[in-house]
């Protein structure tokens, strides 16, 4: 996906079985977004202490961007992983 670029993101409904038999079910999910510059600094926070450090190795790679979610009006990290997407 490209930085500035509006996209729409769906993932598929889909069920399994916990451990203890019962059905857990996920509705299809879907959310449009534009795509944001990472930046290169995250506030992190372990309930405690919150803590301005570098973009970690993770949020680096091509999984995962900065978007700006136009139904919720937030900013926000997106997983891309399961998810069939399409430019608007």
């Known amino acids: 996906m490209k930085i500035g670029s509006k996209y729409r993101a769906i ?3 889909h069920s399994f079985y ?15 977004f534009k795509v944001l510059q990472k930046p290169e600094k995250v506030i992190v926070c372990d309930g405690d202490v919150e803590a ?3 973009l970690p190795e993770h949020l680096r790679g ?8 136009f139904k919720a009006g937030l900013t926000h990290w997106f997983n891309s992983e399961n998810y069939q997407i399409t430019e608007l």
């Not at 916990?18 to 449009?32: A, Q």
């Not at 999984?63 to 700006?68: E, M, P, S």
């Open 62 to 69: 091509n999984l995962w961007y900065c978007v700006f979610n």
């Open 11 to 13: 993932k598929a409904a």
């Open 52 to 54: 301005i450090e570098p």
């Open 18 to 32: 916990d451990l203890e038999g019962k059905k857990v079910v996920f509705e299809e999910e879907r959310i449009e």
